[in-house]
C-alpha cells in the first residue's frame, strides 16, 4: 500500500517570490508520482508526473518538481509565483503495477498574496 | 474537445434519501474512476471501471455505496440512505486506458450535502 503525505496545509507567498510545496510518500513497491492542482470550483489538473528517466521533471505553468527516492520526496517548486497559481495542489502516487487509482495527499493551500 | 462532466454540480437532500450521482466520460476513455473530497481528509478512491472488467470496489466506503458503468461509458454512483458524513464533492475521472501511462482527466464534480 501507498501513501501520500504533504507537510503543510497552507503555504502563503509573496507574488513573485519563488514557492515549495513539500510532499513524502511511502510505498513497498517502485511508484509514479504526480502533482495536480485545483483551481476554486474546478476539477483537478495534470501538472507534472514522474514516470521514469530523468529525477528531475517540468510541469504546466512553470512548476516544476524532484523526485528523490533515497528520501522518498516529489517536492514541487516555482520559482515566481503569480496571483494566478492561488490554488489547491495534491501530490499523488500510483504503483508500478498500473491498474490501481492514484493515491492522495491531503493538500496544500498555495495563497498568492498581491 | 469535451472533458469529463458531471452532474448535478450541486445536490442537497436530507439525511435517510437516497442519492443518485452521474459522470460522462471523455468519449473513448475506456477506464473511469471515482473519488471523494472531504475536507481534511483529501481525495479518497471509491471506485474503478476499465472496460468490461469487474470493478475494483475497494474503496467503496460501505455497502450504502454502490456504482455502476451503462455501456462503457457514463456511470452512476449511487448512495442509498445518506449520512451528514457523506457530505463531500465526489470527483470522476476517466482515462484512454488503465495503465499508469495514461493521464486521468477529472470533472468538476459534484458537492453533495446531506442535511
Known amino acids: 500500500a501507498q501513501s501520500v503525505t504533504q507537510l503543510d496545509s497552507q503555504v502563503p507567498v509573496f507574488e513573485e517570490a519563488p514557492v515549495e510545496l513539500r510532499c513524502n510518500y511511502s510505498s513497498s513497491v517502485s511508484v509514479y508520482l504526480f502533482w495536480y492542482v485545483q483551481y476554486p470550483n474546478q476539477g483537478l489538473q495534470l501538472l507534472l508526473k514522474y514516470l521514469s528517466g530523468s529525477t528531475l521533471v517540468k510541469g504546466i505553468n512553470g512548476f516544476e518538481a524532484e523526485f528523490n527516492k533515497s528520501q522518498t520526496s516529489f517536492h514541487l517548486r516555482k520559482p515566481s509565483v503569480h496571483i494566478s497559481d492561488t490554488a489547491e495542489y495534491f501530490c499523488?502516487?500510483?504503483?508500478?503495477?498500473?491498474?490501481?487509482?492514484?493515491?492522495f495527499g491531503k493538500g496544500t493551500r498555495l495563497s498568492v498574496i498581491a | 474537445g469535451a472533458g469529463v462532466s458531471q452532474s448535478p454540480s450541486n445536490k442537497v437532500t436530507e439525511k435517510g434519501k437516497d442519492v443518485e450521482l452521474r459522470c460522462d466520460p471523455i468519449?473513448?476513455?475506456?477506464?473511469l474512476y471515482w473519488y471523494r473530497q472531504s475536507l481534511g481528509q483529501g481525495l479518497e478512491f471509491l471506485i474503478y471501471?476499465?472496460?468490461?472488467?469487474?470493478?475494483?470496489k475497494s474503496g467503496l466506503p460501505s455497502d450504502r455505496f454502490s456504482a455502476e458503468r451503462t455501456g462503457g461509458s457514463v456511470s452512476t454512483l449511487t448512495i442509498q440512505r445518506t449520512q451528514q458524513e457523506d457530505s463531500a464533492v465526489y470527483l470522476c475521472?476517466?482515462?484512454?486506458?488503465?495503465?499508469?501511462?495514461?493521464?486521468?482527466?477529472f470533472g468538476p464534480g459534484t458537492r453533495l450535502t446531506v442535511t
Open positions: 471501471f476499465q472496460g468490461n472488467s469487474a470493478p475494483d
Open positions: 499523488a502516487v500510483s504503483s508500478y503495477s498500473g491498474n490501481t487509482p492514484l493515491v
Open positions: 475521472a476517466s482515462s484512454l486506458g488503465s495503465g499508469i501511462g495514461y493521464e486521468q482527466y
Open positions: 468519449s473513448g476513455h475506456t477506464a
